[in-house]
Antibody, heavy 122, light 107 residues
Framework: DVQLVESGGGLVQPGGSLRLSCSAS????????MHWVRQAPGKGLEHVSV????????YYADFVKGRFTISRDNSKNSLYLQMSSLRAEDTAVYYC???????????????WGRGTLVTVSS | DIQMTQSPSSLSASVGDRVTITCRAS??????LNWYQQKPGRAPNLLMY???NLQSGVTSRFSGSGSGTDFTLTISSLQPDDFATYYC?????????FGPGTKVDLK
């Protein structure tokens, strides 16, 4: 079975940084595009970023562009999200999500982790 | 960006009811529409992809239809496990966008 386990969330002050990690198992990680999707408390779902299976292509939502960096290490079956210049509005549960495809433009979210909560507050 | 809307935003239904949720895209998206179910405190779960294809392991109580701008998710006979929030999502163009959700609760 596919397993995606996020870690690295927590409380951070506005302007601070945080690095999220996602450990993947149960599938061939190197053949799947991977995403971060977030959900603010009591709100809907927002796509944050995607990285292609080989890491060669990435995409960012406008609201995180220049502040967040997605990366992956296929040798470790791991996905990362480096977040900097954090704002109160970045407060959310961040989900690691597997795509059915290897490319960045499929957006077929077939498996989700349980999420990690990021709280940006002073 | 393509805007997604859903109606109703919430509904109350009884076990055994037939339930229909509508999703509309701000522009034509062919059949590039997915549906997710989310229970409180849990991650979303893919139910349906490409408008009408049932994800592996999902009960056939769920069905989907539509193309272009208008789509529906139908639950043929609502079961206790189906009380949840349902989201549609377009995969036609970047960025992928979600509807605001439809909460289905017990009447």
């Amino acid at each position: 079975d596919v397993q995606l386990v996020e870690s690295g969330g927590g409380l951070v002050q506005p302007g601070g940084s945080l690095r999220l990690s996602c450990s993947a198992s149960g599938f061939t990680f190197s053949t799947s595009a991977m995403h971060w999707v977030r959900q603010a408390p009591g709100k809907g779902l927002e796509h944050v970023s995607v990285i292609s299976s080989n890491g060669g292509n990435t995409y960012y939502a406008d609201f995180v562009k220049g502040r967040f960096t997605i990366s992956r290490d296929n040798s470790k079956n791991s996905l990362y999200l480096q977040m900097s210049s954090l704002r109160a509005e970045d407060t959310a549960v961040y989900y690691c999500v597997k795509d059915y495809c290897s490319s960045t433009n499929c957006y077929h979210f077939d498996s989700w982790g349980r999420g990690t909560l990021v709280t940006v507050s002073s | 960006d393509i805007q997604m809307t859903q109606s109703p935003s919430s509904l109350s239904a009884s076990v055994g009811d037939r339930v229909t949720i509508t999703c509309r895209a701000s522009q034509a998206i062919s059949r590039n529409l997915n549906w997710y179910q989310q229970k409180p405190g849990r991650a979303p779960n893919l139910l349906m992809y490409a408008a009408s294809n049932l994800q592996s392991g999902v009960t056939s109580r769920f069905s989907g239809s539509g193309s272009g701008t208008d789509f529906t998710l139908t639950i043929s006979s609502l079961q206790p496990d189906d009380f949840a929030t349902y989201y549609c999502q377009q995969s036609y163009s970047s960025p992928p966008t979600f509807g605001p959700g439809t909460k289905v609760d017990l009447k």
